[in-house]
């Protein structure tokens, strides 16, 4: 199911940027009982990504009311928003007048076993690399080559996630979710300065951290340091939060500060639909 612009579609215009040169961004949110889960994280997230390419921002109260009524009806799914410059010519100059094209997909929601919530999952690192540029840092763009060939790097169900590192060889994200680790207390998670999407899981996690008084920290983030922790989990924004139990060979525990903050984001979660 496709509404483009407002109207149901099967089909984009091939003169759109978004396909010629992935100018553009997109959301991914999780669908429960028809409502999209933090929609305004989402939209605060996509109206700052749009600053960031320079491109105008749809009203928002336009974008809320079309993922409002597009996943009613839905009790579970998966909301994708893509936004971009709309159609120009040939060539990467923009148009003079920029028509942003916004268009709202609906899927069916991953039928991911509930253990990987309770348990955890099984990841590794990946060969791809991540390169850095710092102009797009930290925005979901439509730009995910380096993601896609990263997870051509297993096809099988022997893992469920993998890390994925800079040219720098810092640990920075994984190729789908946010990565956080957890030493002698401390909630530890890679600055994304330099490449990787700051997710809105990411956001709320830390935010929560902040709340509780749990000490927390950006920063670069080595495979050793990683191989070291004590707790290791990732997230995003239709797998929640995942804990790591094996990674690279390695086991690990899914420790108190995990299961917290595993605990109150399902609190969060049913908040929204409250």
Request: hydrophobic share 40%; charged share 20%.
């Amino acid at each position: 199911m496709f509404l483009l612009n407002g109207e149901p579609a099967h089909c984009i215009d091939p003169a759109d940027r978004g396909l010629q040169y992935g100018d553009g961004l997109f959301e991914t949110l999780e669908v429960r009982q028809g409502r999209p889960l933090f929609l305004d994280r989402h939209l605060r997230r996509l109206a700052s990504g749009c600053r960031r390419l320079m491109i105008p921002m749809p009203d928002a109260g336009l974008l809320e009311a079309e993922a409002l009524s597009f996943a009613a009806g839905r009790e579970a799914a998966v909301l994708k928003l893509i936004v971009t410059r709309g159609c120009g010519g040939r060539g990467y100059r923009q148009p003079d007048v920029i028509q942003p094209t916004r268009l709202f997909s609906l899927h069916p929601y991953p039928d991911y076993p509930a253990h990987y919530q309770t348990d955890g999952i099984v990841a590794d690192f990946c060969r791809q690399r991540l390169s850095s540029n710092a102009t797009l840092a930290g925005i979901k763009h439509l730009n995910r080559l380096e993601q896609v060939l990263a997870r051509a790097e297993w096809s099988d169900d022997s893992r469920q996630e993998g890390l994925m590192l800079d040219v720098q060889n810092y640990v920075v994200e994984g190729t789908m979710s946010n990565l956080f680790i957890v030493k002698n207390g401390v909630l530890l998670t890679p600055a994304l300065t330099d490449c990787g999407v700051a997710g809105i899981v990411r956001e709320w996690s830390l935010a929560f951290a902040a709340a509780e008084g749990l000490p927390s920290v950006e920063a670069a983030i080595t495979v050793d340091q990683v191989l070291a922790a004590d707790e290791v989990f990732v997230t995003n924004s239709v797998i929640g939060i995942w804990p790591v139990r094996r990674l690279a060979g390695q086991d690990f525990p899914v420790g108190q500060v995990t299961q917290r903050i595993c605990a109150a984001y399902r609190l969060a979660k049913q908040r929204e639909l409250s």
